[in-house]
């Protein structure tokens, strides 16, 4: 089904609440979720992943997986719920 946001009550003048909202995409070697600021490549060899904030560093130079593994499990789960969803 279709994602969708509630926005009546911003038209109607009340104040937008946004909500950090999760992305998923594929590619031919990898897919990404991106929550917030921060981006996880999980590479479809399975030779690891990359954990990116984007806040700090927009162009994803600094790899910061290894210092953040709870970071990763995190997006690492919801990944998992996005991709069973896109087979």
Known sequence: GWDGRDIWPLLEGGA??????ALYWKAPNFS?????D???IVR???????LYDLASDPYETQNL?????E???ELLALWR??????R
Not at 16 to 21: D, G, I, K, L, S
Not at 44 to 49: A, I, L, M
Not at 81 to 86: M, T
């Open 32 to 36: 990404a979720i991106r929550l917030a």
């Open 44 to 50: 479809n060899d399975g030779k690891g992943t990359q």
């Open 65 to 69: 997986a290894d210092g953040q593994p």
């Open 81 to 86: 719920r996005y991709r069973i969803r896109d």
């Open 16 to 21: 937008a609440q946004a909500e950090p909202r």
């Open 38 to 40: 921060w981006k996880l």
């Open 71 to 73: 970071r990763v499990a």
